[in-house]
């Protein structure tokens, strides 16, 4: 039984590898297209309908997946836009200081007062140097996140710009196949139509074949009848067989009477 399956499968690897080697690959390839092409001929159109109404109530599931992922990016940019707003503020903010500060140390004072405590000169430019530093981290960090959340809006506004045309494309398969089944049921309602004709003309044919035998049966009928009188017609002769001598004398006689007779004893005397 193994090497039955093992010949088998040699069998099979040695023919695909003909056909790979051969071309022949393509046309079979070619030909089961074809065949597939066939068969989907062969399937009713209210099907094939069906079938792609069916597929496009699909959309549907696909688009709900999308919607989890647009909702989640939706509110990583609002987390995003308030954090841009927040860290503007704060450098709003720090610039402010930093402009105190700046304009404290130009008045050469050795001393300056921040509310209640006071503070030497040196002191000041320390943390001047510090916020200052800062300030241009945060700034730079600021303009990272602007031009982030500017690419995230617009991968948002593209993706909600792309669900809305991906339901009205929806819409549109919808309304299209609702258009093919109205036309298809147009076409059933002619095709329903052409059976009734062709029924009526089945019909008219028979009719038409009744009618040649009912004047078949007439005329036969007419023929039967003018044989009848052309039988009875005395004005019509009809071959008699050959008289007698007695039946020709007879007749004779009553035609001619006794001159008949004076004119056949003369000419019986003469011979």
């Keep these: ?12 690897v040695a023919v695909l590898g003909l056909l790979y080697v ?19 001929h062969q399937v009713p159109i209210e099907f094939e309908i069906e079938r792609l109404r ?10 709900k997946k999308n919607f989890s992922t647009i909702a989640e990016e939706m509110v990583a940019v609002e987390n995003l836009r308030k954090e841009v707003d927040q860290t503007q503020a704060n450098l709003d ?7 105190t500060m700046t304009k404290d140390l130009e008045s050469g004072n050795k001393f ?18 510090r916020d200052f530093k800062s300030f241009n981290v945060c700034e730079s960090e600021l303009k ?6 500017e690419a995230k809006e617009r991968a948002l506004e593209a993706a909600k710009e792309q669900m809305n045309a991906l339901r009205g494309q929806k819409q549109e398969l919808e309304v299209q196949l609702a258009q093919l089944e109205a036309e298809l049921k147009n076409i059933r309602l002619a095709q329903t139509k052409n059976k009734v004709y062709f029924d009526d003309t089945q019909l008219a044919k028979c009719k038409a074949q009744v009618s040649e035998l009912r004047d078949r049966l007439n005329a036969e009928k007419y023929q039967a009848e003018m044989e009848a009188n052309f039988a009875n017609d005395g004005s019509v002769q009809v071959e008699q067989k050959a008289k007698t001598q007695d039946q020709l004398i007879k007749e004779i006689r ?7 007779k004076v004119e056949n004893r003369a000419a019986a005397d003469k011979e």
């Design 1 to 12: 039984m193994c090497k039955k399956v093992k010949l088998i499968a040699v069998s099979v």
């Design 22 to 40: 051969s071309g022949l690959g393509s046309y079979v390839t070619t030909l089961a297209g074809k065949v597939h092409k066939n068969l989907g």
């Design 54 to 63: 069916g597929e496009v109530a699909k959309i549907v599931p696909e688009m």
């Design 93 to 99: 903010t720090q610039k402010k200081n930093i402009l």
């Design 112 to 129: 300056v007062v921040y509310g209640d405590r006071k503070y030497s000169a040196e002191r000041v430019r320390e943390k001047l140097d």
């Design 144 to 149: 990272t996140k602007q031009q982030l959340l």
């Design 254 to 260: 009553a035609r001619l009477g006794d001159e008949g």
